[in-house]
């Protein structure tokens, strides 16, 4: 077939799979992240291998999706960005720096000691740890919602110290990517970290005295869509500037291109607005594809175990770091264990630091498949024991 026809048709199949899958697993009480998942590895090589039918045969759409899947992941780290609110953290406190911290710090250091029990490297294993670092609280805030206990202490810690979370470990994959894929000695080391500062510095600072006051001023003029053209141009040039004049990935551009319209007066139509134009499309098709890229055959019978541990260290490390940053800043046993399920799920931002590493050739297919287990894994348990820790109403 014609790749100008090709194109077409896998886009509406991948988009309609993702948001029927999404739905479906809406209905039976779970986000939709996880349909999506679900069915990119059904549509992939794990089970029906749908960029090698005959239909789609010869061409270039495999790239061609990889490119979109990539614009997906840059507007979902924008609206990650967009919705980080520093006045929530610092209300939240003492409970979300402490739980957020070494809700980071003991998935790295438990996931390098499971990786090295199975023989993969120093470098693999931090690789697999920054991994097992990343929170998705999105699941658990739901759940929090329908139980009615957000709004109390244990739900505010939880959002706060899910943004620190998220800040830390974006900036940890912009060190670690930037110090592998350089390489070299003691003073290119050093200029890769310095660069690696003056972009953010200077991002930083263009976030905040430049970037926000834009959008009101491209309001007033006769230009179709002029606002959303700004959103866009800047989360292109962000990401586009992050790898090319920082060093570090692109997703990172694109997070603090988040938080300087996250400061605008135009904030909630912005955030309205780039919610349809990534759901509609990019975003699905970065789950998907992230399914599409993944083949859970790689597993192996030996190589299931790993994944089990894996899985089971994800849990742990979550529920013992941020359970002992709630202890830390006052909580109850009851609440600590609370807050640490609550950030025990993994998602969005755990596939796209998988994402960006496999794309970088710094981890293996089946690294990259035992992570996306861990994520279908953690977003499947942690509602269920929500439900069972706030099962009694004085709690």
């Known amino acids: ?141 739901q759940t929090m919602i329908e139980l009615g206990v957000l709004r109390s202490r244990v739900g505010v810690a939880l959002l706060g110290a899910a943004v620190v979370d998220d800040i830390l470990v974006i900036m940890l994959l912009a ?81 603090l291109a988040g938080l300087a319209f996250a400061r605008s007066p135009l904030h909630q139509h912005i955030r309205d607005r780039m919610h349809t134009l990534a759901y509609t499309w990019v975003v699905p098709i970065f789950f998907v594809h992230i399914g599409l890229e993944a083949n859970a055959r790689s597993i192996s019978l030996s190589g299931l175990g790993c994944a089990l541990a894996l899985i089971g260290t994800a849990m742990l490390s979550k529920v013992i770091g941020c359970g002992l940053g709630g202890l830390a800043s006052g909580f109850s046993f009851i609440e600590a264990l609370c807050l640490g399920v609550g950030m025990m799920s993994r998602g969005e931002v755990g596939l796209i630091v998988a994402s960006v590493e496999l794309e970088s050739g710094l981890i293996t297919q089946q690294i990259f498949a035992d992570v996306v287990l861990v994520v279908l894994a953690t977003t499947l348990v942690t509602p269920i024991l929500l439900r069972l820790l706030y099962r009694k109403p004085a709690r």
């Open 1 to 141: 077939m014609d790749p100008l026809l090709q194109f077409p048709l896998a886009l509406a199949l991948i988009v309609l799979a993702a948001k029927a899958s999404g739905y479906l697993s809406i209905r039976l009480g779970q986000p939709a992240v996880l349909g999506e998942l679900l069915i990119g590895l059904i549509l992939g090589p794990t089970v029906l291998n749908m960029l090698h039918w005959p239909i789609f045969a010869g061409g270039h759409l495999g790239e061609t999706l990889r490119y979109l899947a990539h614009l997906g992941v840059l507007f979902l780290m924008f609206i990650a960005g967009l919705e980080v609110d520093m006045e929530s953290l610092r209300r939240a406190g003492r409970p979300a720096i402490w739980a957020g911290v070494l809700g980071v710090l003991f998935p790295i250091a438990m996931g390098l000691g499971v990786s090295l029990l199975f023989g993969f490297t120093w470098l693999e294993g931090m690789l697999i740890g920054l991994m097992l670092a990343a929170t998705s609280v999105s699941i658990s805030a």
């Open 175 to 255: 060190i670690s990517t930037a110090l592998m894929n350089e390489g070299g000695g003691f003073w290119h080391i050093l200029w890769v970290l310095v660069r690696m500062f003056l972009f953010l510095a200077l991002a930083i600072w263009v976030g905040a005295r430049l970037v926000p006051r834009l959008p009101v001023r491209v309001e007033r003029l006769p230009i179709s869509e002029g606002v959303m053209a700004l959103v866009v141009v800047t989360v292109l040039f962000f990401a586009w500037a992050a790898e090319a004049l920082g060093g570090v990935a692109a997703i990172t551009g694109a997070f």
